[in-house]
């Protein structure tokens, strides 16, 4: 790889090179330009054509709109629309952008800078994604910067950092004062500062800033800046025999020579030889630490070789993504009668409406029925994206597309590293040994760079998972597909067994058709449902712990059997509350509204918030009280008190706290499926997809803390995670029914009886019912803003001054301003204001007065410091 280095000076500030980047296909280096060559090119490219070309790029920042640079003549023929250029951004910064258009236009209001280069060959952005990105900043009123920092993986983007050098003159009779003497010794023996260990030296930021503007006035030092891409290509070195040696008669006549005099040369080359396939149609390049181990000679033999000019070392960028085309493809695949009549009717529908959703109840073959579909898009040559809601679906999933499709399939989600991500984006860009024809993603694969997709798939529709929260672009993955579908004519299936309200209603309105699988795949009964009173049993003293005796028993049950069993609890850590039992003190976080976590394996206090840790506290602080007593229960005391009833048994745990290793995730599904594992304790990470044959039983704790809940949608998504966790059990027809074991204090509450009675379709019925009587979605669509700020009084008047002007023209359609169930986070008081705009309404002119009210809003002094959110069709 090539390394380019050199200095450019742009605005008085000195910027060093030294950029690394490639990518699988091409190599790449940055050409310097100085500012003579820049004022040259630019005088150049007026003389000769008359008209200097300018560029509007997006940088990866939140600012609103583009930004016009000039094009200085040595890089006007390497530009395209999609292509990266290094730019400089405010006083010190570059920024890696993206170009959004070439035109001759020069900026009104201010003077274009000069590009400082081109860091591509080819656009990275391709022209469906121009359009996407530019449609998501519209609608969910972002900024394109925003929605580029989000869609981009970070290996694109470029590390920027302020250095400071000692300038190269006598400065021994210069009056200095003591910080400056100190700066300057310290340029003596490190050569360069950046700014953090600046301001170490010093004290201080403040002072240090001012200390570098008195110094560069005196031109004792000079500041620069240093860019280093962040993605780093991985190489390999490969041995292959010299041309000059590739003739049948030259080589035998080498081997001659060496035979007496070198053996372990010529076995070296005869394994060479033998790895290489040499003189084949399709010779295969050989590894040099794997021909080594295999030849078992040392490396001096090599080099002997290499130095004689009879083998070449070559280096080559090999991939981090795993090599899946040794996997055996699979084509057996056979559908029941019913999965037939669906793959028909979803032919059917997408060609008459090219969006479908796929009502089947879970473990009903929906994969199987995808698989088939997919065959078929990529019998056509084109692509298939397949949208899962988080990485715990994908394990699975992988490996079950991998034995159909091989190295067709590739998945992308938040657990690869940058690198990885650039490299899987380059191979799409660029198909070459690598031809991806399916990627498995969560809801950033949005963003991929595709050629000609055919089918998007977002299998559980309905997982809140799909909604970005934070940051910006706040996007619903699952309603954003329609629109890239649109672009690329493409067709999209939606699954889920127990789908949304939205595809539900669309499917009333026939903007989209509805295909049901009714039965479970193989005529598996679905499971028995029991629904167990745990305030009787509390009475009555038969509890023990948070255990009922029914849930107790059908555990014994399923252990005794060989079965395994899963417990749902969708809190994670000890116990959520600690209480003082004299003043009912409680711990709380000090930056959030919010009581602290006890975590038993660290032995801490945890805010689910802020992150922030606190140590236990002996006693009361508000009264000295010693009887302090732990409240309620998380999956962490789940698994330590499942462990005394059932000591024999071996217990693990899925939450957010033994998942966050990159492979911890996939390891613990190897144990739960090779059965090292008989009680998987879980939050709703439990509830997704998985496919387990061996669990014959599943518990829910706690149902009423699924039901209770201060949204419109509470009762959806408690039904949605209950039928879903409970899907997990009798999965096989050998292994007999199903069992789920529902724990509540209310057992004849309408939301359980539908779950035990499998009566989807009658809750929400009764559900679309009252969202259309008092105006929710899917009937009015919502936009929530929320202005966040440390100071309290400023948030009061603050969100009552925009609610008042929004109010002029939206009137009775906001609510608010109010604060939210968790008020403070992070030190930061929040406070909402919702929105509900009619479906007849035209919502974009909608949105663009409430951007121009906002836009006002944050210019105004005395509001400036308020953080804005705006978030549209919130989850």
Same mark, same amino acid.
């Not at 900024?143 to 920092?149: A, F, K, N, R, T």
């Not at 920027?160 to 003159?169: G, K």
């Not at 996007?475 to 629109?483: K, L, M, S, V």
């Not at 699988?517 to 948070?546: A, C, F, W």
């Given at each position: 790889?090539?390394?380019?280095?050199? @200095?450019?000076?742009?605005?008085?500030?000195?910027?060093?090179?030294?950029?690394?980047?490639?990518?699988?296909?091409?190599?790449?280096?940055?050409?310097?330009?100085?500012?003579?060559?820049?004022?040259?090119?630019?005088?150049?490219?007026?003389?000769?054509?008359?008209?200097?070309?300018? !560029?509007?790029?997006?940088?990866?920042?939140?600012?609103?709109?583009?930004?016009?640079?000039?094009?200085?003549?040595?890089?006007?023929?390497?530009?395209?629309?999609?292509?990266?250029?290094?730019?400089?951004?405010?006083?010190?910064? !570059?920024?890696?952008?993206?170009?959004?258009?070439? *035109?001759?236009?020069?900026?009104?209001?201010?003077?274009?800078?000069?590009? !400082?280069?081109?860091?591509?060959?080819? $656009? =990275?952005?391709?022209?469906?994604?121009?359009?996407?990105?530019?449609?998501?900043?519209?609608?969910?009123?972002?900024?394109?910067?925003?929605?580029?920092?989000?869609? %981009?993986?970070?290996?694109?983007?470029?590390?920027?950092?302020?250095?400071?050098?000692?300038?190269?003159?006598?400065?021994?009779?210069?009056? %200095?004062?003591?910080?400056?003497?100190?700066?300057?010794?310290?340029?003596?023996?490190?050569?360069?500062?950046?700014?953090?260990?600046?301001?170490?030296?010093?004290?201080?930021?403040?002072?240090?800033?001012?200390?570098?503007?008195?110094?560069?006035?005196?031109?004792?030092?000079?500041?620069?800046?240093?860019?280093?891409?962040?993605?780093?290509?991985?190489?390999?070195?490969?041995?292959?025999?010299? $041309?000059?040696?590739?003739?049948? $008669?030259?080589?035998?006549?080498?081997?001659?020579?060496?035979?007496?005099?070198?053996?372990?040369?010529?076995?070296?080359?005869?394994?060479?030889?033998?790895?290489?396939?040499?003189?084949?149609?399709?010779?295969?390049?050989?590894?040099?630490?794997?021909?080594?181990?295999?030849?078992?000679?040392?490396?001096?033999?090599?080099?002997?070789?290499?130095?004689?000019?009879?083998?070449?070392?070559?280096?080559?960028?090999?991939?981090?993504?795993?090599?899946?085309?040794?996997?055996?493809?699979?084509?057996?695949?056979?559908?029941?009668?019913?999965?037939?009549?669906?793959?028909?009717?979803?032919?059917?529908?997408?060609?008459?409406?090219?969006?479908?959703?796929?009502? &089947?109840?879970?473990?009903?073959?929906? @994969?199987?029925?995808?698989?088939?579909?997919?065959?078929?898009?990529?019998?056509? &040559?084109?692509?298939?994206?397949?949208?899962?809601?988080?990485?715990?679906?994908?394990?699975?999933?992988?490996?079950?597309?991998?034995?159909?499709?091989?190295?067709?399939?590739?998945?992308?989600?938040?657990?690869?590293?940058?690198?990885?991500?650039?490299?899987?984006?380059?191979?799409?860009?660029?198909? &070459?040994?690598?031809?991806?024809?399916?990627?498995?993603?969560?809801?950033?694969?949005?963003?991929?760079?595709?050629?000609?997709?055919?089918?998007?798939?977002?299998?559980?529709?309905?997982?809140?998972?799909?909604?970005?929260?934070?940051?910006?672009?706040?996007?619903?993955?699952?309603?954003?597909?329609? =629109?890239?579908?649109?672009?690329?004519? +493409?067709?999209?299936?939606?699954?889920?067994?127990?789908?949304?309200?939205?595809?539900?209603?669309?499917?009333?309105?026939?903007?989209?058709?509805?295909?049901?699988?009714?039965?479970?795949?193989?005529?598996?009964?679905?499971?028995?449902?029991?629904?167990?009173?745990?305030?009787?049993?509390?009475?009555?003293?038969?509890?023990?712990?948070?255990?009922?005796?029914?849930?107790?028993?059908?555990?014994? #049950?399923?252990?005794?059997?060989?079965?395994?069993?899963?417990?749902?609890?969708?809190?994670?850590?000890?116990?959520?509350?600690?209480?003082?039992?004299?003043?009912?003190?409680?711990?709380?976080?000090?930056?959030?509204?919010?009581?602290? @976590?006890?975590?038993?394996?660290? *032995?801490?206090?945890?805010?689910?918030?802020?992150?922030?840790?606190?140590?236990?506290?002996?006693?009361?602080?508000?009264?000295?009280?010693?009887?302090?007593?732990?409240?309620?229960?998380?999956?962490?005391?789940? #698994?330590?008190?499942?462990?005394?009833?059932?000591?024999?048994?071996?217990? +693990?745990?899925?939450? !957010?706290?033994?998942?966050?290793?990159?492979?911890?995730?996939?390891?613990?599904?190897?144990?739960?499926?090779?059965?090292?594992?008989? =009680?998987?304790?879980?939050?709703?990470?439990?509830? /997704?997809?998985?496919?387990?044959?061996?669990?014959? %039983?599943?518990?829910?704790?706690?149902?009423?803390?699924?039901?209770?809940?201060?949204?419109?949608?509470?009762?959806?998504?408690?039904?949605?995670?209950?039928?879903?966790? +409970?899907?997990?059990?009798?999965?096989? +027809? /050998?292994?007999?029914?199903?069992?789920?074991?529902?724990?509540?204090?209310?057992?004849?509450?309408?939301?359980?009886?539908?779950?035990?009675? *499998?009566?989807?379709?009658?809750?929400?019925?009764?559900?679309?019912?009252?969202?259309?009587?008092?105006?929710?979605?899917?009937?009015?669509?919502?936009?929530?803003?929320?202005?966040?700020?440390?100071?309290?009084?400023?948030?009061?008047?603050?969100?009552?001054?925009?609610?008042?002007?929004?109010?002029?023209?939206?009137?009775?359609?906001?609510?608010? $301003?109010?604060?939210?169930?968790?008020?403070?986070?992070?030190?930061?008081?929040?406070?909402?204001?919702?929105?509900?705009?009619?479906?007849?309404?035209?919502?974009?002119?909608?949105?663009?007065?409430?951007?121009?009210?906002?836009?006002?809003?944050?210019?105004?002094?005395?509001?400036?410091?308020?953080?804005?959110?705006?978030?549209?069709?919130?989850?």
């Amino acid at each position: 790889m090539k390394l380019n280095s050199g @200095t450019c000076s742009v605005g008085g500030i000195a910027f060093i090179y030294q950029l690394r980047f490639s990518t699988q296909s091409i190599q790449q280096s940055f050409r310097i330009c100085t500012l003579f060559e820049l004022r040259m090119s630019s005088s150049e490219s007026i003389e000769n054509t008359g008209l200097a070309i300018f !560029l509007d790029v997006i940088v990866p920042l939140y600012v609103p709109g583009t930004f016009t640079y000039r094009v200085p003549k040595v890089l006007e023929s390497n530009l395209q629309v999609g292509r990266r250029v290094l730019v400089q951004f405010g006083k010190r910064k !570059l920024q890696a952008a993206i170009i959004e258009a070439i *035109h001759h236009d020069p900026p009104k209001n201010y003077e274009a800078k000069y590009i !400082l280069d081109v860091l591509d060959d080819g $656009p =990275i952005i391709l022209s469906q994604q121009m359009a996407f990105w530019k449609w998501m900043s519209g609608y969910y009123m972002c900024h394109l910067g925003e929605v580029m920092s989000a869609a %981009l993986p970070g290996g694109y983007r470029l590390n920027s950092e302020t250095l400071i050098t000692p300038y190269d003159q006598d400065h021994s009779d210069m009056a %200095l004062s003591m910080e400056e003497h100190l700066v300057l010794e310290q340029l003596q023996s490190r050569e360069r500062l950046n700014m953090d260990e600046l301001q170490a030296l010093v004290g201080s930021e403040s002072k240090a800033y001012r200390l570098v503007k008195a110094m560069m006035a005196k031109r004792l030092i000079v500041m620069q800046e240093e860019v280093k891409a962040r993605y780093r290509p991985i190489y390999e070195t490969y041995i292959e025999l010299d $041309p000059e040696w590739r003739d049948e $008669p030259v080589l035998n006549e080498l081997f001659v020579q060496l035979e007496s005099k070198a053996p372990k040369q010529v076995n070296l080359l005869l394994k060479l030889i033998e790895m290489s396939r040499f003189g084949r149609d399709v010779e295969i390049p050989v590894m040099k630490k794997t021909l080594l181990e295999k030849s078992e000679v040392s490396s001096a033999v090599l080099r002997s070789l290499v130095d004689k000019g009879v083998l070449l070392e070559v280096k080559s960028e090999v991939g981090r993504i795993k090599d899946a085309s040794q996997i055996f493809k699979s084509s057996d695949l056979v559908l029941s009668t019913e999965q037939e009549t669906a793959l028909n009717e979803i032919r059917q529908g997408l060609h008459t409406k090219g969006r479908v959703l796929l009502h &089947g109840v879970t473990s009903s073959g929906k @994969t199987e029925v995808y698989i088939s579909l997919i065959r078929e898009y990529l019998a056509k &040559g084109q692509q298939v994206l397949y949208l899962v809601p988080e990485i715990a679906l994908t394990t699975q999933l992988i490996q079950r597309l991998q034995k159909h499709f091989g190295e067709e399939v590739v998945v992308y989600h938040s657990q690869h590293s940058q690198s990885e991500r650039v490299e899987i984006w380059e191979n799409l860009i660029n198909p &070459g040994i690598h031809d991806h024809r399916i990627v498995v993603g969560a809801r950033s694969a949005l963003f991929l760079p595709f050629h000609d997709l055919g089918l998007i798939i977002v299998d559980e529709e309905h997982d809140s998972s799909f909604k970005q929260y934070d940051p910006a672009p706040r996007y619903q993955a699952r309603d954003a597909c329609f =629109i890239l579908a649109d672009l690329y004519k +493409a067709q999209v299936v939606l699954g889920s067994a127990t789908p949304g309200a939205e595809s539900l209603q669309a499917c009333k309105d026939v903007r989209m058709v509805k295909v049901d699988l009714s039965n479970r795949y193989g005529d598996i009964l679905m499971p028995e449902m029991q629904v167990v009173d745990i305030k009787r049993e509390y009475k009555r003293k038969t509890m023990t712990s948070h255990f009922s005796s029914v849930l107790i028993a059908e555990m014994k #049950e399923s252990l005794d059997n060989g079965k395994q069993v899963i417990l749902f609890q969708n809190r994670r850590g000890y116990n959520p509350l600690w209480q003082c039992l004299n003043c009912a003190w409680k711990p709380e976080c000090n930056r959030c509204d919010v009581t602290l @976590t006890y975590h038993r394996a660290i *032995h801490k206090l945890k805010c689910h918030y802020c992150g922030s840790v606190h140590e236990p506290p002996m006693h009361c602080p508000a009264c000295g009280s010693k009887d302090l007593k732990m409240v309620g229960y998380g999956t962490e005391k789940i #698994e330590a008190e499942i462990g005394e009833v059932f000591p024999n048994a071996k217990v +693990a745990r899925m939450d !957010l706290d033994t998942t966050r290793g990159k492979n911890a995730l996939s390891k613990l599904f190897h144990d739960f499926e090779q059965r090292k594992v008989d =009680i998987l304790v879980g939050t709703q990470m439990v509830t /997704k997809g998985l496919d387990f044959t061996n669990v014959s %039983l599943v518990g829910i704790m706690n149902a009423d803390q699924l039901i209770n809940h201060s949204d419109f949608r509470a009762y959806e998504r408690a039904y949605q995670m209950m039928t879903q966790v +409970a899907g997990r059990a009798g999965r096989d +027809a /050998k292994g007999g029914r199903g069992r789920v074991v529902i724990q509540t204090m209310d057992p004849e509450h309408w939301v359980i009886r539908n779950v035990v009675e *499998h009566s989807y379709d009658r809750l929400m019925e009764k559900e679309l019912k009252e969202r259309q009587q008092f105006d929710y979605p899917p009937f009015t669509r919502l936009i929530r803003i929320t202005l966040r700020h440390k100071n309290q009084n400023l948030i009061d008047h603050a969100s009552q001054t925009l609610t008042d002007r929004l109010r002029l023209f939206l009137g009775s359609r906001i609510l608010g $301003p109010q604060y939210p169930f968790v008020a403070r986070v992070k030190d930061q008081y929040r406070k909402e204001l919702l929105i509900k705009i009619e479906r007849k309404a035209s919502i974009t002119k909608t949105k663009a007065k409430i951007q121009q009210t906002l836009d006002q809003f944050g210019t105004e002094k005395e509001f400036k410091s308020i953080r804005v959110i705006v978030d549209v069709d919130p989850q």
